[in-house]
C-alpha cells in the first residue's frame, strides 16, 4: 500500500480559513504536544475547545492549525466513519466565528518508526545542538522523505516517531479524500514504487 503526507495546501486554496490557537487548554504545552493534549483531553472530555481564525475566508474539508493540529469537515468526518477508519480521535471544535458545518479537531495518536534512512534525504539534531540539544537524534529536516511501508503496521493516519512535523495518510485516506471532491490537502507520495 502506498503513503501519503498531507499538508494544508495554501497554493490551490490561498483564500482558506488560517487558524492560529485553539483556546481551552488548561496546560499551555498541550497546544504543541500531543501527549500533554491527551492527558488534559482524558481528564475532562466536556471541555470546550474554541479556534481562532486569523485570516482568510473560505472553508475547507481538512487544514491544519499553526501548531500543526489537523481539523477536518463534518462532511470529511463522515466519509472516514462509514469507511470504518479509527487510528485517530476527533473532537468537537467551535469557532470564533459562525461557519457552515461542523468542525473536529482530528488527534493522530499513532506513531510509526519507520522512515527509510537509505532512500530519504534529512539532518538530525545534533548532541549539544545549539537549539535542542534535547532532540539530540531526532530528524530536524527533511528534503526527501521515503517511508517503509511494511513498519507501519497499517495504520490509516499517523506521525513519524522522531518527527512529528510530517502528517501520513493511508492510500485509503487519499481515495477518500480524492473520490468525494474534497479541499484543503495536498498528498506527496512517501513510498517507493
Not at 14 to 30: L, Y
Request: one cysteine or more; proline letters at 2%; charged letters at 30%.
Amino acid at each position: 500500500m502506498d503513503f501519503y503526507e498531507i499538508k494544508a495546501d495554501f497554493d490551490s486554496f490561498p483564500n482558506q480559513n488560517f487558524i492560529t490557537e485553539i483556546d481551552g487548554f488548561d496546560n499551555s504545552r498541550a497546544q504543541i504536544d500531543w501527549d500533554e493534549f491527551l492527558e488534559e483531553y482524558f481528564r475532562n472530555r466536556s471541555k470546550e475547545y474554541v479556534a481562532k481564525i486569523e485570516s482568510g475566508y473560505e472553508e475547507v474539508d481538512f487544514t491544519t492549525t499553526f501548531y500543526g493540529f489537523c481539523i477536518i469537515s463534518q462532511k470529511f468526518k463522515k466519509l472516514l466513519e462509514a469507511h470504518k477508519l479509527s487510528s485517530f480521535m476527533l473532537i468537537p471544535l467551535n469557532f470564533n466565528t459562525e461557519l457552515s458545518q461542523q468542525y473536529f479537531l482530528l488527534i493522530d495518536f499513532l506513531r510509526c518508526d519507520c522512515v527509510d534512512e537509505n532512500n530519504s534525504e534529512f539532518e538530525k539534531y545534533l548532541i549539544n545542538d545549539p537549539v535542542r540539544p534535547d532532540f539530540a537524534g531526532r530528524y530536524s529536516y527533511f528534503f526527501k522523505l521515503i517511508i517503509d511501508a511494511n513498519k507501519t503496521e497499517n495504520f490509516d493516519f499517523f506521525r513519524l516517531t522522531n518527527y512529528f512535523s510530517s502528517i501520513i495518510v493511508s492510500q485509503k485516506i487519499k481515495k477518500i479524500y480524492d473520490d468525494n471532491n474534497l479541499t484543503g490537502a495536498t498528498f506527496t507520495k512517501v513510498t517507493l514504487d
